[in-house]
């Protein structure tokens, strides 16, 4: 989508720190990050949010994209987080995976 800040990174439009990519799924640092290690994971592809995502090969690599993420930054303990829609945190509506690590986390989140 045009207008979309996750695809201008994903199409390379506008500069992100890219840590992983795929053919269909890139994942880059969040610019406003919430612990030591924060990624996003998104699919190149624009699905306003995961109750969009009618892939399921694409939902497969996305897994596969936090996987292969962790294992390349070499973290072994991460939480991963989906928000979808507005009251559950949701700001940018492009699908993206929230990969937080390097402190404790809480359980159950707030
Ligand atoms: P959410 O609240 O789940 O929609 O998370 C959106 C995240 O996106 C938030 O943690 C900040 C991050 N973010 C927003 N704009 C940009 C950007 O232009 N670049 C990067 N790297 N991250 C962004």
Redesign the pocket.
């Known amino acids: 989508m045009e207008e979309c800040?996750?695809c201008k990174?994903a199409n390379k439009a506008?500069p992100?720190?890219v840590v992983y990519e795929s053919e269909n799924v890139t994942a880059?640092?969040?610019?406003?990050?919430?612990a030591p290690v924060?990624i996003?994971v998104v699919p190149k592809k624009h699905y306003e949010s995961m109750n969009d995502l009618d892939d399921i090969l694409l939902a497969g690599e996305l897994l596969n994209a936090v996987k292969e993420t962790a294992k390349k930054l070499g973290i072994q303990e991460y939480r991963t987080?989906?928000?979808t829609g507005k009251s559950a945190?949701?700001?940018?509506?492009h699908l993206?995976i929230?990969i937080l690590a390097g402190r404790d986390m809480k359980w159950p989140p707030g």
């Open positions: 800040i996750f990174i506008i992100a720190k880059f640092r969040d610019i406003n990050p919430q924060h996003l987080v989906i928000n945190g949701q700001e940018v509506f993206h929230h």
